[in-house]
């Protein structure tokens, strides 16, 4: 009977087992069991079909026929008596039909399953099917039913002994040309037949099944087939892992069991393994290996394989595979690969090449794969290009591996100088630049560890001669190819060499630039200025350096010119590129174009340079917009959008692995938008931070806004999902990717500093927190960040700072709205950080939170939370109040939108770890910093109004401040260390050290707490009879902030400009205190008294020096003193006689404040009167005082030609009135006739004081003849000379006026000099000169006539000769004055030239007994190297010697 009759007949009612069924429930008894199987069995004999039946057994779940979860569910319970009996029946039948064919039942029955198989197995019915049918590799759903029923019917017969799957797999494999993998799957799953069984049956079965995966591999799922690709990926990770758990679990040794299936399997997948690879190698130049090749990766997972295989089966099977995907076609040489490594980085090599070593890497350590590639390097040929892009993934996704990387090279190096293995050595450099191609975040660069290695000392190659000479040795055979940035680290950076092996060096050297010139690569890397860090002197560096010197000087450094003409070459073709690198020019030239333009008028750049440079910056202008397109040729905003978004994704996901390798692909994206020259080594760069322009094209600003915006999206995905501790290191990874590119590091920091400084306010919460998060990390990355030097800000950093410290500085605290995005910005930066820093070591917490911030912090909150002041971090309370370590709860109120920024504040300032912060000393708000912030403060924009503002700082003086340590920025309760500190903010502040004005600031408030200190102290220091610390404490402190040293090192013209604007600015601070603070009041014997030895000498020592005019102290200083000396007279018992006193030590000790005062004396009087009558009820003036009353009458009507007597007073009291009188100091001139009356009167009285008299008062005159010099606009020379020349006429006779020219000599004349400025006593000689040169010829031999006048004449000349040897004359006027009209003035370059002329005239018509011996001698020696014209002239009229010979000779 044929198995194929139809049993339709049977079918058409109700099946077998529903019959059976119901019979059961109907009789249940179960005695009748047996009869019920006889009938059953005629029936059968009647009408059979076995095929029906066999399909009636399996009973299948219609509603999930491929789970077997399903099938183990339904249980016995579910199978019951109809199940085992219709397989008994089954099987009875086939006894049956079997005895009477003569066959074995195993026989019939293979045979009835092998129709049946083939018929589920074979072509649909329907034609539309038929082509899809043949490109199918897998069953359809209907025909996975149907062979689901008919292999658990066939495990019926199995479990009853009725089939033999051995016979059933012969007879499949012989009537099936190409059988079906998911059969075989199914055959395995059902345990009817092994898999292992199946490899063993024949040995065709092995390239069947390569085929059948290939096959499965490539096919495609249609997307509406979920199905399908669940069945897809549970063959092929079944099949896997079956060859797995055959091919590598048990020994490995040939005499060992099943040696021959284990052969196969790894056969098998060895075969997959060179087709997956093979795929690869064909599409390189895509990002991914095609389908096939990517499902075949993702059985490369423990947990697929793990079913089926042990832990050790799987490692050994990964480790054969990594082996084999390393070795596989080793093609290259090492020299093709030492030429084409760079195009073998990560972001470069193909996804699924990448993806595969990933995956047979992840179930290793570090150590233990590179110990593996290490042996794999030893025993194999290798395919370069798989190596190193192994190693490229390694170090992507595994960031720690850089110390293992670098313990495995120094093995390498150690092994190879040891033995002088070329092999190792080899290695250990494509291993190295390997690393160094994925930038400074995952490896140093190839300079920095050839550095490391060979260029000291301690390098490997330092041990002998033998060594140097292998190294050399090896470089030298690289040389032909070696790319040329390798070629230029070791010329740049070459090993160290003994002195005595030099010439072995520079052979090499020689050797390298002969192949940089045959690459067309210019061979001049040594820059023009040498860098003492050992960073390469790149063009670009000697630039900025030549343009630095240039904006400090002025002028084109002599390097810059030298190496115009010795080292042209290097000039012309890689100086002046790089400095003419075309850009969008500025509006205003900047210290660059100044520069080229200084060049370009040396004649040191050619025109047609010159030329093509402004048509390229017009060009660069025009076209700033236009793209940069990467190495696909796609627009590289589109492309990184793209990858930004993929990156988000993985953040999302938490996928560690991929996140680094999606960086390093965004690193190379950059890398093309911002171009840098990673064949040109440097230091650690310094990035110019322009701030008042934006410096970047709008692309590089599109990317960088891409780049910030992504990184804040990121941020808020991630802090939704875990705190910044829970969360993978993907931030981190993200900012170490930008910092290794200077270019957009430059851009993004200007970006930054923008968005802080000039749009914070109107930054959303999200950016608030993204951008915090991410300046974070950039502190966090300071090691490896290059620095920033601001140029443009009004207070440029003093030196290069980190990128985190510099953006810290655009946080600014001045207005109301400032300050809340400051504090919101640092409470998110602070809070991120410190819960970033929660699973670190304490020594590494401080990383993640920026210094600079969280100083921002202790100045902001006690500002704006006044409940804070109450609870200081520095103070003591118990424990519970405000020590507060809850991090999750810290992040949720810094992450959470809802909640305001004033409870965050709180929270954190009671959270421990800020607290404990402050004991470190570089978290510590030190009260300098304090008080430079709060001078910062506009007024008017404060956040807190003036009650508030005054209540806040007396609290931060008084309450935080005054009592804090010294080693915590206090003061430690010293009232004069607070006020020092005041006094010295507030002169940094008024001296625009500090970079902002004092208009609108909080400058007055911080005065008003200074003048109630001073107060305080005054005081107290009156209440204790002390009365002299206050006064030595102000001018102490003015004479360290007013010397030379404190403003300038050096006297050069820059030094004393600083130091006048220190006085200046301490003028304007004196002012502000009181006046009587000043003076000292002595208590001695119980007598008190004025001592005005410091004002003096703060007066001669310091407030000389600043004088505008020279000689005259400005009003406001002069009367504040005098305010100061009257008031402080009140406390001693005897005011009047006190002030006198103090006048007479004035009029002799300080003669610059007598003159000021009788300058300034008519316009003070009226106040100091008034101030003198209500201190004194109503008391005169002091005599003394009033005699400059009286002196200033005696002037005035003298000038006016009313004779009165000359007052009994000082000569220099009467000198500076007629000079105040007659026209000195801007004031009006009399008549000349009574002027010069008042002169003859006083040159015929005999009495020695008024000689005196006109000599004083032709040193203020010939000060300002000097002044004119100085500062032609402010003074009329022609009054200044006809002053001098008036008192001269009278005073030419007497050697007194002689004096005032010999500072050495001067006598009673001495005190004069402290009258006025250093730099006026220097140009005396000129003035000198310049008065006698313009005089008639009758005062000049009148003058030549005077005692003394050669001596002083030669001396005046050499000092003369030696201003203009130095360059101390005053420039020549370049605007003509209405006076030189009618009288022009000989300017100083003339006077030289006139003087020598005129000292050889006077020399000759000298008697010989003018000079004395040694004053002869002293002024030839000094002649004698100035000029030895008058050296010979004073020798040949004067000496002794020559006259004597003369007198023989007639």
């Given at each position: 009977?044929?198995?194929s009759?139809?049993?339709?007949?049977v079918?058409?009612?109700r099946?077998?087992?529903?019959?059976?069924?119901?019979?059961?429930?109907?009789?249940?008894?179960?005695?009748?069991?047996?009869?019920?199987?006889?009938?059953a069995v005629?029936?059968?004999?009647?009408?059979?079909s076995?095929c029906?039946?066999?399909?009636?057994?399996?009973?299948?779940n219609?509603?999930?026929?491929?789970c077997?979860?399903?099938?183990?569910?339904?249980?016995?319970a579910?199978e019951?008596?109809?199940?085992?009996m219709?397989?008994?029946?089954?099987?009875?039948e086939?006894?049956?039909?079997?005895?009477?064919?003569?066959?074995?039942v195993?026989?019939?029955?293979?045979?009835?399953?092998l129709?049946?198989?083939?018929?589920?197995t074979?072509t649909e019915?329907e034609?539309?099917?038929?082509e899809?049918?043949?490109r199918?590799?897998?069953?359809?759903?209907s025909?996975?039913t149907?062979l689901?029923v008919?292999?658990?019917?066939?495990r019926?017969?199995?479990?009853l002994?009725?089939?033999?799957?051995?016979?059933?797999w012969?007879e499949?494999w012989?009537a099936q040309?190409?059988?079906?993998l998911?059969?075989?799957?199914?055959l395995?799953s059902r345990?009817?037949?092994?898999?292992k069984y199946?490899?063993e049956?024949d040995?065709?079965?092995?390239?069947?099944?390569?085929?059948?995966?290939?096959?499965?591999?490539?096919?495609?799922?249609p997307e509406?087939?979920?199905?399908?690709?669940?069945?897809?990926?549970?063959?092929?990770s079944?099949?896997v892992?079956?060859?797995v758990?055959?091919g590598?679990?048990?020994?490995?040794e040939?005499?060992?069991?099943?040696?021959?299936?284990?052969?196969?399997?790894?056969?098998?997948?060895?075969?997959?393994?060179a087709?997956l690879?093979?795929t690869?190698?064909?599409?390189?130049?895509?990002?991914?290996?095609?389908?096939g090749?990517e499902?075949?990766?993702?059985l490369?997972?423990?947990?697929?394989?793990?079913?089926?295989?042990?832990?050790?089966a799987?490692?050994?099977?990964f480790?054969?595979?990594?082996t084999?995907?390393?070795?596989?076609?080793?093609r290259?040489?090492?020299?093709?690969a030492?030429?084409?490594?760079?195009?073998?980085?990560?972001?470069?090599?193909?996804?699924?090449?990448?993806?595969?070593?990933?995956k047979?890497?992840v179930?290793?350590s570090?150590?233990?794969?590179?110990s593996?590639?290490?042996q794999?390097?030893?025993?194999?040929?290798?395919?370069?290009?798989?190596v190193?892009?192994?190693?490229?993934?390694?170090?992507?996704?595994?960031?720690s591996?850089?110390?293992?990387?670098?313990?495995?090279?120094?093995r390498?190096?150690?092994?190879?100088f040891?033995g002088?293995?070329?092999?190792?050595?080899?290695?250990?450099?494509?291993l190295?630049?390997?690393?160094?191609l994925?930038g400074p975040?995952?490896f140093?660069?190839y300079?920095?560890?050839?550095?490391?290695s060979?260029?000291?000392a301690?390098?490997?190659?330092?041990?002998?001669k033998?060594?140097?000479?292998f190294?050399?040795?090896f470089?030298s055979?690289?040389?032909?190819?070696?790319?040329?940035?390798?070629?230029k680290v070791?010329?740049?950076?070459p090993?160290y060499?003994?002195?005595?092996?030099r010439?072995?060096?520079m052979?090499y050297?020689?050797?390298?630039?002969?192949?940089?010139?045959?690459?067309?690569?210019s061979?001049?890397d040594?820059?023009?200025?040498?860098?003492?860090?050992?960073?390469?002197g790149?063009?670009v560096?000697?630039?900025?350096?030549?343009?630095s010197?240039f904006?400090?000087?002025?002028?084109?450094?002599?390097t810059v010119m030298?190496?115009?003409i010795?080292r042209?070459p290097y000039?012309?073709t890689?100086?002046l590129?790089a400095l003419?690198?075309?850009?969008?020019?500025?509006?205003?030239?900047?210290?660059?174009m100044?520069?080229?333009?200084?060049?370009?008028?040396?004649?040191?750049?050619p025109?047609a340079q010159?030329?093509?440079?402004?048509?390229?910056c017009?060009?660069?202008?025009?076209?700033?917009r236009?793209?940069?397109c990467?190495?696909?040729?796609?627009?590289?905003?589109?492309?990184?959008?793209?990858?930004?978004q993929?990156?988000r994704?993985?953040?999302?996901?938490?996928?560690?692995g991929e996140?680094?390798?999606?960086?390093?692909?965004?690193?190379?994206?950059?890398?093309a938008i911002?171009?840098?020259?990673?064949?040109?080594?440097?230091g650690?760069?310094?990035?110019?931070?322009?701030?008042?322009?934006?410096?970047s094209?709008?692309?590089?600003?599109?990317?960088?806004?891409?780049i910030l915006r992504?990184?804040?999206q990121?941020?808020?995905?991630?802090?939704r999902?875990?705190?910044?501790?829970?969360?993978?290191?993907?931030?981190s990874?993200?900012v170490s990717?930008?910092?290794?590119n200077?270019?957009?590091?430059?851009?993004?920091t200007?970006?930054l500093?923008?968005?802080?400084h000039n749009?914070?306010?109107s930054?959303?919460a999200?950016?608030v927190?993204?951008?915090?998060?991410?300046?974070?990390h950039?502190?966090?990355?300071?090691?490896q960040s290059?620095?920033?030097q601001?140029v443009?800000?009004?207070?440029?950093?003093?030196?290069p700072?980190p990128?985190?410290?510099a953006?810290?500085?655009?946080?600014?605290?001045?207005?109301h709205?400032s300050?809340?995005?400051?504090v919101?910005f640092?409470?998110?930066?602070?809070?991120?950080g410190?819960?970033?820093?929660?699973?670190?070591?304490?020594h590494?917490?401080?990383?993640?939170?920026?210094?600079?911030?969280?100083k921002k912090?202790?100045?902001l909150?006690?500002?704006?939370l006044?409940?804070?002041r109450?609870t200081?971090?520095?103070?003591e309370g118990p424990?519970?109040?405000?020590?507060e370590?809850d991090?999750?709860?810290?992040?949720?109120s810094?992450?959470?939108?809802?909640?305001?920024w004033?409870k965050?504040?709180?929270?954190?300032w009671?959270?421990?770890t800020f607290?404990?912060?402050?004991?470190?000393p570089?978290?510590?708000?030190?009260?300098?910093e304090?008080?430079a912030?709060?001078l910062r403060?506009q007024?008017?924009?404060?956040?807190?109004?003036?009650?508030?503002?005054?209540?806040?700082q007396q609290?931060?003086c008084l309450?935080?401040?005054?009592?804090c340590?010294?080693?915590?920025?206090?003061?430690g309760?010293d009232?004069?260390s607070?006020?020092?500190?005041?006094?010295n903010?507030?002169?940094?502040?008024?001296?625009?050290s500090?970079?902002?004005?004092?208009t609108?600031?909080?400058?007055?408030?911080?005065l008003?707490?200074?003048q109630?200190?001073?107060?305080?102290?005054e005081?107290s220091a009156?209440?204790?009879?002390?009365?002299a610390?206050?006064c030595?404490?102000?001018?102490e402190?003015?004479s360290q902030?007013?010397?030379?040293?404190?403003?300038?090192?050096?006297?050069s013209?820059?030094g004393?400009?600083?130091l006048?604007h220190?006085?200046?600015t301490?003028?304007?601070?004196?002012?502000?205190l009181p006046?009587?603070?000043?003076?000292t009041?002595?208590n001695?014997?119980g007598?008190?008294?004025?001592?005005?030895h410091?004002l003096i000498?703060?007066?001669?020592q310091?407030q000389?020096?600043?004088?505008?005019?020279?000689?005259?102290l400005?009003?406001h200083?002069?009367?504040?003193?005098?305010?100061?000396v009257?008031?402080?007279?009140v406390r001693c018992g005897?005011?009047s006689e006190?002030?006198?006193?103090?006048?007479?030590?004035?009029?002799?000790?300080?003669p610059?404040?007598?003159?000021s005062?009788?300058?300034w004396?008519?316009r003070?009087?009226?106040?100091?009167v008034?101030?003198?009558?209500?201190l004194?009820?109503?008391?005169p003036?002091p005599?003394?005082?009033?005699l400059?009353?009286?002196c200033?009458?005696?002037?005035s009507s003298s000038g006016?030609g009313?004779?009165?007597?000359?007052p009994?007073?000082?000569?220099?009291?009467l000198?500076?009135?007629?000079?105040?009188?007659?026209?000195?100091?801007?004031?009006?001139?009399?008549?000349?006739?009574?002027s010069?009356?008042?002169l003859?009167?006083?040159g015929?009285?005999r009495?020695?004081?008024?000689?005196q008299v006109?000599?004083?008062?032709?040193?203020?005159?010939?000060?300002?003849?000097?002044?004119?010099?100085?500062?032609?606009?402010e003074?009329?020379?022609?009054?200044?000379?006809a002053?001098?020349?008036?008192?001269?006429t009278?005073?030419?006779?007497?050697?007194?006026w002689?004096?005032?020219?010999?500072?050495?000599?001067?006598?009673l004349?001495?005190?004069v000099?402290?009258v006025?400025?250093?730099?006026?006593?220097?140009?005396m000689?000129?003035?000198?000169y310049?008065?006698?040169?313009?005089?008639?010829?009758?005062l000049?031999?009148?003058?030549?006539?005077c005692?003394g006048?050669?001596h002083?004449?030669?001396?005046?000349?050499i000092?003369?000769?030696?201003?203009?040897?130095?360059?101390?004359?005053?420039?020549?006027?370049?605007?003509?004055?209405?006076?030189?009209?009618?009288e022009?003035?000989?300017?100083?370059?003339?006077?030289?030239?006139r003087?020598?002329?005129?000292?050889?005239?006077?020399?000759?018509?000298t008697?010989?007994?003018?000079?004395?011996?040694?004053?002869l001698?002293?002024?030839?020696?000094?002649c004698?190297?100035?000029?030895p014209?008058?050296?010979a002239?004073?020798?040949?009229?004067?000496?002794?010697?020559?006259?004597s010979?003369?007198m023989?000779f007639f």
């Amino acid at each position: 009977m044929s198995l194929s009759v139809s049993c339709s007949s049977v079918c058409q009612k109700r099946t077998l087992s529903s019959l059976l069924a119901g019979r059961v429930v109907k009789r249940p008894r179960q005695e009748d069991g047996q009869r019920l199987q006889e009938a059953a069995v005629q029936l059968l004999n009647q009408q059979q079909s076995l095929c029906s039946l066999l399909e009636e057994a399996g009973s299948p779940n219609p509603r999930n026929l491929f789970c077997r979860e399903n099938a183990e569910q339904r249980g016995p319970a579910s199978e019951g008596l109809p199940s085992a009996m219709a397989g008994s029946l089954l099987v009875c039948e086939l006894r049956r039909q079997a005895g009477q064919l003569g066959v074995p039942v195993a026989a019939l029955s293979v045979r009835m399953v092998l129709e049946r198989l083939t018929e589920i197995t074979g072509t649909e019915e329907e034609e539309e099917e038929e082509e899809e049918d043949k490109r199918r590799v897998l069953l359809t759903s209907s025909q996975r039913t149907r062979l689901c029923v008919l292999l658990q019917s066939s495990r019926e017969l199995l479990s009853l002994g009725a089939l033999c799957p051995e016979l059933l797999w012969q007879e499949y494999w012989k009537a099936q040309k190409q059988p079906k993998l998911e059969v075989v799957y199914h055959l395995h799953s059902r345990n009817i037949l092994t898999l292992k069984y199946i490899l063993e049956s024949d040995e065709a079965v092995r390239s069947w099944l390569v085929s059948e995966l290939k096959a499965l591999c490539g096919w495609t799922a249609p997307e509406d087939q979920q199905e399908a690709r669940q069945v897809q990926q549970e063959v092929l990770s079944t099949v896997v892992g079956v060859l797995v758990g055959a091919g590598f679990e048990g020994s490995q040794e040939p005499a060992a069991p099943n040696r021959r299936v284990s052969l196969l399997c790894c056969s098998v997948l060895d075969h997959m393994l060179a087709w997956l690879l093979d795929t690869m190698d064909k599409t390189q130049t895509a990002q991914c290996g095609g389908a096939g090749a990517e499902l075949w990766i993702q059985l490369f997972d423990a947990s697929l394989c793990g079913v089926s295989a042990s832990p050790e089966a799987l490692r050994r099977f990964f480790t054969h595979s990594l082996t084999n995907a390393l070795t596989y076609k080793p093609r290259l040489a090492v020299s093709d690969a030492i030429a084409m490594q760079s195009e073998w980085s990560f972001a470069k090599a193909s996804r699924s090449l990448t993806s595969l070593f990933r995956k047979l890497a992840v179930i290793f350590s570090v150590e233990e794969l590179l110990s593996h590639l290490q042996q794999v390097l030893e025993t194999h040929e290798v395919n370069w290009q798989h190596v190193l892009s192994f190693l490229s993934t390694l170090l992507v996704y595994n960031p720690s591996a850089q110390p293992s990387l670098r313990e495995l090279l120094s093995r390498l190096l150690s092994s190879a100088f040891d033995g002088y293995d070329l092999e190792n050595m080899i290695t250990a450099f494509l291993l190295a630049r390997q690393g160094a191609l994925e930038g400074p975040g995952l490896f140093p660069s190839y300079s920095d560890w050839f550095k490391m290695s060979f260029g000291g000392a301690s390098g490997y190659h330092a041990a002998s001669k033998k060594s140097l000479v292998f190294l050399l040795k090896f470089l030298s055979d690289l040389v032909p190819f070696d790319p040329p940035q390798y070629l230029k680290v070791h010329i740049l950076h070459p090993p160290y060499v003994a002195v005595k092996h030099r010439s072995l060096l520079m052979e090499y050297i020689s050797l390298a630039k002969t192949r940089l010139a045959d690459l067309k690569v210019s061979v001049e890397d040594m820059g023009l200025y040498e860098d003492v860090s050992g960073a390469a002197g790149a063009p670009v560096q000697d630039v900025d350096k030549a343009v630095s010197l240039f904006e400090s000087t002025g002028r084109i450094s002599a390097t810059v010119m030298e190496a115009s003409i010795f080292r042209r070459p290097y000039f012309l073709t890689r100086f002046l590129p790089a400095l003419l690198t075309p850009r969008a020019l500025p509006v205003k030239a900047d210290a660059r174009m100044s520069f080229i333009e200084a060049l370009k008028k040396a004649d040191k750049i050619p025109a047609a340079q010159y030329s093509s440079y402004v048509e390229s910056c017009q060009r660069q202008w025009q076209q700033e917009r236009n793209a940069v397109c990467v190495e696909n040729h796609d627009d590289p905003l589109e492309v990184l959008k793209v990858q930004l978004q993929e990156f988000r994704e993985l953040v999302v996901e938490g996928n560690d692995g991929e996140v680094s390798a999606q960086l390093s692909r965004i690193s190379h994206t950059l890398s093309a938008i911002f171009p840098d020259r990673p064949e040109e080594p440097t230091g650690q760069a310094v990035i110019k931070l322009h701030t008042d322009t934006p410096l970047s094209p709008e692309l590089h600003v599109n990317v960088v806004n891409m780049i910030l915006r992504n990184f804040c999206q990121c941020m808020l995905d991630a802090s939704r999902a875990n705190p910044p501790n829970k969360q993978i290191p993907w931030a981190s990874r993200f900012v170490s990717v930008l910092l290794g590119n200077t270019q957009l590091l430059s851009s993004l920091t200007h970006r930054l500093w923008d968005l802080f400084h000039n749009q914070g306010p109107s930054l959303s919460a999200a950016h608030v927190l993204g951008l915090a998060a991410f300046v974070v990390h950039l502190h966090a990355s300071n090691s490896q960040s290059p620095l920033v030097q601001t140029v443009t800000v009004p207070a440029p950093l003093p030196t290069p700072v980190p990128v985190a410290e510099a953006l810290g500085s655009a946080l600014v605290c001045s207005t109301h709205a400032s300050m809340l995005f400051c504090v919101r910005f640092c409470l998110a930066a602070v809070c991120y950080g410190i819960c970033r820093g929660d699973s670190l070591p304490p020594h590494q917490q401080q990383d993640y939170v920026p210094n600079s911030l969280y100083k921002k912090l202790l100045y902001l909150i006690p500002r704006l939370l006044p409940e804070a002041r109450r609870t200081p971090l520095t103070g003591e309370g118990p424990e519970g109040d405000y020590h507060e370590e809850d991090h999750p709860g810290l992040w949720r109120s810094t992450a959470d939108a809802n909640t305001t920024w004033r409870k965050t504040a709180w929270h954190l300032w009671r959270h421990a770890t800020f607290r404990q912060l402050v004991q470190i000393p570089q978290y510590q708000l030190l009260f300098s910093e304090w008080l430079a912030t709060e001078l910062r403060v506009q007024r008017n924009e404060d956040a807190l109004p003036d009650p508030d503002r005054q209540e806040y700082q007396q609290w931060a003086c008084l309450e935080l401040y005054l009592s804090c340590p010294v080693e915590q920025g206090g003061c430690g309760g010293d009232m004069r260390s607070l006020c020092a500190h005041i006094l010295n903010a507030v002169m940094d502040q008024q001296s625009g050290s500090s970079g902002v004005s004092e208009t609108g600031t909080c400058l007055p408030d911080i005065l008003s707490r200074l003048q109630e200190l001073v107060y305080e102290m005054e005081v107290s220091a009156h209440s204790s009879r002390s009365g002299a610390d206050v006064c030595d404490f102000l001018f102490e402190l003015a004479s360290q902030r007013c010397s030379p040293t404190a403003t300038s090192g050096s006297p050069s013209i820059s030094g004393e400009l600083s130091l006048q604007h220190a006085l200046q600015t301490w003028n304007r601070v004196l002012l502000a205190l009181p006046a009587v603070s000043f003076v000292t009041v002595k208590n001695e014997g119980g007598r008190t008294s004025l001592d005005c030895h410091n004002l003096i000498e703060h007066v001669n020592q310091h407030q000389r020096k600043a004088c505008s005019p020279a000689g005259l102290l400005p009003y406001h200083v002069t009367a504040h003193f005098l305010r100061g000396v009257l008031s402080a007279s009140v406390r001693c018992g005897h005011a009047s006689e006190e002030v006198n006193k103090a006048w007479s030590q004035i009029s002799l000790r300080c003669p610059l404040l007598l003159v000021s005062t009788v300058h300034w004396w008519e316009r003070a009087s009226p106040m100091l009167v008034s101030l003198w009558r209500h201190l004194c009820d109503g008391d005169p003036l002091p005599k003394q005082l009033q005699l400059l009353t009286d002196c200033q009458h005696w002037a005035s009507s003298s000038g006016k030609g009313v004779s009165s007597p000359v007052p009994a007073a000082p000569a220099l009291l009467l000198a500076a009135s007629l000079h105040r009188a007659w026209g000195g100091g801007g004031g009006r001139r009399g008549e000349n006739q009574g002027s010069r009356n008042t002169l003859e009167m006083l040159g015929a009285e005999r009495e020695r004081q008024c000689r005196q008299v006109l000599v004083f008062l032709l040193f203020l005159g010939v000060n300002d003849l000097i002044w004119t010099f100085l500062y032609p606009q402010e003074k009329s020379h022609q009054r200044a000379r006809a002053l001098c020349t008036d008192v001269l006429t009278v005073l030419v006779d007497s050697p007194d006026w002689l004096l005032i020219f010999k500072p050495n000599e001067q006598g009673l004349y001495q005190s004069v000099t402290m009258v006025t400025r250093d730099e006026c006593t220097r140009l005396m000689p000129l003035a000198f000169y310049s008065l006698l040169l313009q005089q008639s010829a009758e005062l000049l031999d009148r003058a030549v006539q005077c005692p003394g006048f050669l001596h002083a004449a030669v001396l005046c000349y050499i000092n003369l000769l030696q201003l203009f040897l130095d360059g101390d004359t005053p420039k020549p006027s370049s605007e003509p004055r209405a006076d030189q009209v009618t009288e022009p003035r000989v300017e100083p370059s003339q006077i030289l030239s006139r003087a020598q002329q005129f000292l050889l005239r006077t020399i000759s018509q000298t008697s010989p007994t003018a000079l004395s011996s040694s004053q002869l001698r002293q002024l030839e020696s000094r002649c004698a190297e100035l000029d030895p014209e008058v050296a010979a002239a004073l020798s040949l009229h004067l000496s002794p010697d020559t006259l004597s010979q003369e007198m023989d000779f007639f």
